[in-house]
């Protein structure tokens, strides 16, 4: 399975972005899916992940309220809108295949991972 993810980019403080992560094949229909992210000089951490059929999603603190995870499993495609960004959301953006159809926050639970985009949020 290839993820490609898309929609990064330089925005104003208090602006939005939707990304975008589309799988190469169905493969992972049936899998949670998630977001995650790495800001220069730290460890990659969780931001938001869906269940296999957008019944459930878990945030992060830092993010809830202003980030919304959804999937459209016909396009094998995640999005995660991103709206009040803040610099200390600038960081690579990274999109991921959870091992099963519900997923948590640890990085050993995804199998397969995107190339990340870069998010920069300007104060």
């Known amino acids: 399975v290839q993820l490609q993810a898309s929609g990064g980019g330089l925005v104003q403080a208090g602006g939005s972005l939707r990304l975008s992560c589309t799988a190469s094949?169905?493969?992972?229909?049936?899998?949670?899916m998630g977001w995650f992210r790495q800001a220069p000089g730290k460890e990659r951490e969780f931001v938001s992940s869906?269940?296999?059929?957008?019944?459930?999603?878990i945030y992060a603190d830092n993010v809830r309220g202003r980030f919304t995870i959804s999937r459209d499993r016909a396009a094998s495609t995640m999005y995660l809108q991103m709206n009040s960004l803040e610099p200390e959301d600038t960081a690579v953006y990274y999109c991921?295949?959870?091992?099963?159809?519900?997923?948590?926050?640890?990085?050993?639970?995804?199998?397969?991972w995107g190339q990340g985009t870069l998010v920069t949020v300007s104060s």
């Open positions: 094949r169905r493969t992972g229909s049936n899998n949670a």
């Open positions: 869906i269940s296999w059929n957008g019944g459930s999603t």
């Open positions: 991921a295949v959870a091992r099963s159809s519900y997923s948590g926050r640890s990085l050993a639970d995804y199998q397969y």
